[in-house]
Structure formats: structure tokens, C-alpha cells
């Protein structure tokens, strides 16, 4: 497969996952925005990786994101849920104490 | 053929061991840090009586230990080395970071023995391991020069800094810490996405090698400014500059006060550190990034210091002030001499100081009045006239005024810029000098709100008058340096300019 697929399909999930951070209300969708974000990022290291045999950096690296967008989304949804047991709600709208 | 490449492989393998169980003496600071991590985690498992003290006696004395190899490293220093592989890079610039931060750290300790809810912060044990967390989470900021490690350190300050904002209980402690963590994931992932296409262009994570260099300088200018304008985006969120700085009013207004003193100083010199090595190996024909950089200190110092105005918060105004800080921070980096590599330094360990010793404060007056709001503080100067004397030095040192070590800062930076001026001819340089010194007299007006609120307005009579011993020892030895070393800044000066910042 061509390195150009790879990088165009990337760039397709980045932008998506933009587009969802930006626009959905849900604390959760968010994040799931932000896990696309990060699995494109992924596609791109291993499909540079491919060009370098001799140490695959490239493949190393998206091991070390998935593992870090693990620990991240634990520590996420452990404040979701903090927050929705103060607000009630996941909605970002409606969590606004802090202003100013 | 293949057996002699597998006994190349083999002994490759067995020198480049070798090579990382002596680089582990290099990393022995950290190691400390890690130890005393360890060490507080199986306290907090094992023990349940005296708790506090406890941890409170490991989590200092790992503290000391980490500052004595510290310091033994530094004055044994001989040259710059890369230690693990290429990973990090160890030199004079990292180990005078590491030197203030675990200072720091032990600062931030001290005002959370300060707080009217006392001993908070020891009294989970979580808060403390993850606080140690983020201590060298920022030790390896200063040392990264691997794009691998950059991202690394920077997720491990990251979540540690959420977790941080929201383990106490709180509905703003929440909110904050869900505002924090979406805000840092985002730009993480932005960060990510440029790292992902530098390592594209170059085929390398290694920034220091030629081959990253090389890679960079064959590709056209607008990928290549936007993968770097993306991969200092979540610099820059750790630095809370314009535009990623939207957190930091509502961070800094609910989390606990020793834990917001750590934030807004620890990770924003690292970040410092880290750009300061990335824009190292730029050449500026490929990418502007004096003008880019240039614009986002003149954005921060204008956006913090007019927003500050209104604040009602002292916390709230804090964080306003240290976004317009992460502005002046940056044009000793903009300047882009060795006195502007110099004056960057001084300014960042001075802000350091003058932050630690303002948080002191507010955590006095919050133990006081129960709040930290200017309306509640109305005659708190009145009623403890030390106190009150000593945030009046603070606020005047943050503005930049004399006879307080903030004005040797800002003059340092501001020569710095200057002098770059003259000989770059970059209008960029004199926009940042002409705003910067405009922004100081903006923030003249919020930071002399507090001194006036704390003298000038009668407030109730319930303010209790009498200050802890314990509160006025560590409120003189916070805040005398800062007059003591406007007319000694030449001792400070002598160590910073020893440091080598060729790379």
C-alpha cells in the first residue's frame, strides 16, 4: 500500500476527531474526539516508521501514545465521573461554576 | 553474512548496556525522586498512624537527598553529555532547572503546611506520590532532547497536573480539573500530529542530530511551519501562553493553593527548557519563529495583564498575571543572544521566587479570612501589618518595580531585547520592547488592587490579629530575598553566566 493512503487517512481521522472535539457538547464524546486525534497520529508514526527499518522508532513511538492514551483516558473518565456526581451532567455547557 | 551481523548486533547491544548502566550516575537525581515516590506509596499502603508526619519526613528528605546529588553534580560538572541512548541530554542549563525546582517542590510542600485546612495535602497519601510524579515528570522536560521523550515528560506533567487539580473534594475542583484535562488532551493530541510529521520529514526523533536537521531544511515551508507551529502548541500549553492559556484562571482558582504554586512554575520553566532546545536547531531561513513566538508573548502579556484588571479573585488574578509572566519569559527567548539565554534564566528563577512567595501569602490570607477574594481581604493589612507589609513587597517585585529583584529581571530581559534590536534590525524585537514596557505600567494598576484593598479599606473586625511564629519566619525568608538580591544580583548573575547554553 502507498505511504500516501496511509498519510491520507490519517489526516482524514485528525481532522474528524477535530471536528468532534470542537463541536459535541458531552465531556465523553469529547474525548473520543481527542482518542481519534491520537490513533492518527498513530497511523502516521508507523507508516514513517516503515521507512526506518533499522530502529523503528516510528513503530516504538505509537506504542508508547497507545500506552499513554490509556493512562489518560482512565484519569479522564475518573473525573467525568467525579463531575457528573457534583453536576449531574457530562454536558460542558452546563458545568460552568468558574467564571471571569 | 547474517551470523557477522548478528555478532555486530550482540555486541552493539552489550556496549550500548554498558553505556546506560554508567549513564544511570547521571540520572541519580531521579532516581532519588523515584525512590522517594516508591517510598511514599508503600508508607501510604503500610502505615495508618501518624500519617502525616510520615510522609511529610520522606517526602523532604527525598527533597534533600535530590538537592545534595543536585548539587554535587553540579560542582563536579565537567562537560555536556547525552545520557540513555540519546534520550536526554545532560548539562549546566538541566541540572540549575532540577536545582530551583526541587526547591520548589519543597516550597510548595511548605505553603501546604501553611493552609487553614492543615496538612491537606499530606494527609492522602495519592497527592503526595503524584506530586513527586510531576517533580519528575519536570526533571526530564529540562533534559529531553528526543521527540519520543518531549512527549513522554510532557503527558507525565500532564495527567499528573489533573489528577493533582481534582483528588481533594470540591464541585470547583471538578469542574476545574474536567476543563484542564480536555483543554491538555486536545493539545497533547495537536502536539502529537506535528511530532508524528517532523519524524516524517526526517526519518529521526533525535532533535540534536544532523540527520533531523538535514531532514528539515529539504522541506517546503508550509508543512514545515505547520508541523512546528502544532508541536509548540502543547509547549505552549504547559507554558500558558496565549492562545492554550484558558485554563489556567480556572485551575489556578480551585485547586488547592500549594498545589497552584507548583503549577504555575514548575512546568512552565520546563516548557521554557523544551522550546528552548527546539528552536536551538532552527535555523531562522526556514521558519520565522522569533515572529511567531514574538506574537504569541506580545498576545500573552497584553490578554493577561488587561483581564487581570477585573479580576475579583487573588488566585484568579494570579493566573491572569502569569500568563502576561509566560509572555515576559519569553522575550529573553525571542532576543535570542547569550544575554537573552542569560536573562531568560534569571527571570524565570526570580518568577520562580516571587510566585512562591505570593502563594505563601495568599495562603496566609486564605487561612485568616476564609477566602481569597479582594472583598474579603479588606483590612486584612490593618490587622497584621507584617503580613500586609510583605504581599506589598511581593505585588511591587511582580510588577517590576525597585528595590525588589523583580526590576533587575525586567531590566535584564529588556536590555537583552534591545541590544538584540540593534543588532538584528527584527522589527518583531522592538514591538515585543515597546509593548512589554507598556504592559508593565498596565500591570502596576491590578497589582497595587491588593496593598490597596489590604490598607485602605476598612474591613470587618473579625480578622484575627495574631500571625503564627511558624507563618512570620517563613513569610521573611520567602520575600527577603527578593530585596536582598536586587542589590546582590551579581551573585546570582556569576552562576548564570558560567552556564554554557552552546548546544
Known sequence: MPVEHLLFLGAVLFCIGLFVVLTRKNAIAVLIGVELMLNASNINLVAFGHFDPDFLQGQIFALFVITVAAAEAAVALAIVVKVYQYFQTADLDKISELKG | ?503
Not at chain 2, 251 to 261: G, L
Not at chain 2, 262 to 285: C, D, W
Not at chain 2, 293 to 301: D, K, P, Q, T
Open chain 2, 1 to 503: 553474512m547474517i551470523s557477522l551481523l548478528q555478532t555486530n548486533n550482540a555486541s552493539g547491544l552489550k556496549d550500548q548496556l554498558g553505556n546506560l548502566s554508567e549513564d544511570v550516575w547521571m540520572l541519580a537525581p531521579e532516581i532519588s525522586v523515584v525512590i522517594t515516590l516508591l517510598l511514599l506509596l508503600g508508607f501510604d499502603l503500610l502505615f495508618r498512624k501518624n500519617k502525616e508526619t510520615g510522609l511529610a519526613a520522606i517526602a523532604f528528605c527525598g527533597l534533600a537527598s535530590t538537592f545534595t546529588l543536585l548539587t554535587f553534580q553540579w560542582v563536579n560538572f565537567s562537560t555536556d553529555f547525552m545520557v540513555m541512548g540519546k534520550l536526554l541530554r545532560y548539562d549546566q542549563l538541566s541540572l540549575f532547572l532540577k536545582l530551583i525546582f526541587t526547591l520548589g517542590g519543597a516550597l510548595g510542600l511548605v505553603i501546604a503546611t501553611r493552609n487553614e485546612n492543615r496538612n491537606y495535602l499530606f494527609r492522602s497519601g495519592e497527592s503526595m506520590v503524584v506530586l513527586f510524579g510531576l517533580l519528575l515528570g519536570v526533571f526530564l522536560m529540562t533534559m529531553s532532547v528526543n521527540l519520543l521523550m518531549i512527549y513522554l515528560s510532557v503527558e507525565v506533567v500532564s495527567i499528573c497536573s489533573y489528577i493533582l487539580t481534582g483528588i481533594l473534594k470540591g464541585k470547583k475542583k471538578s469542574e476545574a480539573a474536567l476543563k484542564y484535562l480536555l483543554f491538555g488532551a486536545v493539545s497533547a493530541a495537536v502536539m502529537l500530529y506535528g511530532i508524528s510529521w517532523l519524524y516524517g520529514f526526517t526519518g529521526t526523533l533525535d532533535i540534536t542530530s544532523q540527520a533531523f536537521i538535514n531532514g528539515l531544511s529539504e522541506v517546503p515551508a508550509l508543512p514545515l511551519a505547520i508541523a512546528l507551529i502544532m508541536t509548540l502548541g502543547g509547549i505552549i500549553f504547559k507554558l500558558g501562553a496565549v492562545p492554550f492559556h484558558i485554563w489556567s484562571p480556572d485551575v489556578y482558582e480551585a485547586a488547592p493553593t500549594a498545589v497552584v504554586s507548583i503549577f504555575s512554575t514548575l512546568p512552565k520553566l520546563a516548557a521554557l527548557t523544551i522550546l528552548f532546545r527546539l528552536v536551538n536547531i532552527l535555523p531562522a531561513e526556514w521558519f520565522d519563529w522569533q515572529l511567531i513566538l514574538g506574537v504569541i508573548a506580545l498576545a500573552s502579556m497584553i490578554f493577561g495583564n488587561f483581564s487581570a484588571l477585573w479580576q475579583k479573585d487573588v488566585k484568579r488574578m494570579l493566573a491572569y498575571s502569569s500568563i502576561a509572566h509566560a509572555g515576559f519569559l519569553l522575550v529573553g527567548l525571542i532576543a535570542w543572544t547569550e544575554a537573552g539565554n542569560t536573562a531568560m534564566l534569571f527571570y524565570g528563577a526570580m518568577y520562580l521566587v516571587m510566585n512562591f512567595a505570593a502563594f505563601l501569602l495568599v495562603a496566609i490570607m486564605e487561612k485568616h479570612t476564609g477566602s481569597s477574594t479582594f472583598e474579603d481581604l479588606r483590612g486584612f493589612g490593618t490587622a497584621l501589618p507584617f503580613a500586609g507589609v510583605l504581599a506589598v513587597v511581593v505585588m511591587v517585585s511582580l510588577t517590576g518595580l525597585p528595590p525588589t529583584v523583580g526590576f533587575n529581571a525586567k531590566l535584564y530581559v529588556f536590555s537583552a531585547i534591545w541590544e538584540a534590536y540593534q543588532v538584528q534590525n527584527n522589527p518583531v524585537l522592538l514591538w515585543v520592547f515597546v509593548v512589554g514596557l507598556l504592559n508593565t505600567v498596565v500591570a502596576l494598576f491590578y497589582y497595587l488592587k491588593l496593598p490597596y484593598y489590604l490598607f485602605f479599606k476598612a474591613g470587618p473586625e473579625t480578622i484575627s490579629k495574631k500571625l503564627s511564629a511558624t507563618d512570620h519566619i517563613w513569610g521573611t525568608i520567602m520575600v527577603f530575598p527578593l530585596l536582598l538580591w536586587f542589590f546582590q544580583s551579581e551573585w546570582l548573575m556569576d552562576i548564570l553566566n558560567s552556564i554554557n547554553f552552546v548546544f
